[in-house]
């Protein structure tokens, strides 16, 4: 797939290149922008359970 992209892409390596880092950087800016906000609506985050608590662990300590 990577292949294709960069085979589809127009203009000698150099131009490839900056045109990628291009595209990374709208979709990291969308992500930050747009997605993760509206995601973190459905997550709460003083609910997420990582693991089993060790046994003998003081429970609220």
Do not use: D, H, N
Not at 10 to 24: A, N
Not at 43 to 58: D, S, W, Y
Request: hydrophobic share 60%; aromatic share 16%.
């Amino acid at each position: 797939m990577y292949a294709a992209l960069w085979r589809g892409l127009p203009g000698p390596w150099w131009v490839k290149v900056l045109i990628l880092i291009v595209l990374m950087a709208a979709a990291l800016y969308g992500l930050m922008f747009y997605v993760f906000p509206w995601v973190s609506q459905f997550i709460v985050p003083q609910e997420v359970t990582v693991g089993l608590p060790l046994p003998g662990a003081v429970p609220g300590a």
